[in-house]
Each structure stands twice: as structure tokens, then as C-alpha cells.
């Protein structure tokens, strides 16, 4: 059995879904290139919400889970402090790798 990674993208209004759809694929096309099963992506559509980032903290919990990909380490937020402090955050509530594209590719 493979191990689960979760994924989270943000999707601001300026995102065409083409983009969010590519963005999706990634993820999708990294876990399967890395011995991963994608468990959820999880998408923050409305700017200053983090709902779905919670979400994501919290099924990553529940499965136990060790790994989360995202496209990139600022798309969690605009600001580069909020960004730091939900990597942060996700890393010390789950236990769980944060792995970003940007970074592999």
C-alpha cells in the first residue's frame, strides 16, 4: 500500500480553473511519480479563509499521514509571514513533510 500524501492549493479570483486544473495535476502527477496515493487536494478559494486549510491540518491528523504537497511555499498566503506560519503550523500539528514543486523542479 502506498503512503498518503495530501495536497493544498490556494485559488485566488485571478486563477483561471485551466490554471487550478494544471495546478491539481501536478500534484497529482507528483504523487504518482513518488510512490505516493494522493489522499484529497484541498482548494481555498475565498482570500483571509483558511477553512480549507484546516481541513487539510486535520485529515492529515486523522490518517495519520507524513507528507503534504503543495505547488509552491508561498501559495498557502499572500503575505510571506502568514506563509511561514501555516508551513510551520501543518509541520508541528501533523508531523507531516510539506513538499513543494517549485522546489522539485
Not at 8 to 30: G, I, T, W
Not at 52 to 69: D, I, P, S
Not at 76 to 97: F, I, K, W, Y
Request: glycine share 4%; with cysteine.
Amino acid at each position: 500500500m502506498k503512503p498518503l500524501i495530501f495536497g493544498y492549493v490556494r485559488v485566488p479570483d485571478d486563477m483561471s480553473d485551466d490554471e487550478a486544473k494544471q495546478k491539481q495535476d501536478d500534484l497529482n502527477a507528483y504523487a504518482e511519480a513518488n510512490g505516493f496515493q494522493l489522499a484529497t487536494v484541498f482548494h481555498e478559494y475565498v482570500s483571509g479563509v483558511r477553512s480549507a486549510f484546516t481541513e487539510l491540518v486535520e485529515a492529515v491528523e486523522r490518517a495519520g499521514a507524513k507528507h503534504v504537497v503543495v505547488p509552491s511555499y508561498r501559495a498557502p498566503a499572500l503575505s510571506r509571514s502568514l506563509q511561514d506560519a501555516m508551513l510551520v503550523h501543518l509541520s508541528c500539528a501533523t508531523g507531516a513533510e510539506v513538499v513543494s514543486l517549485d522546489e522539485c523542479s
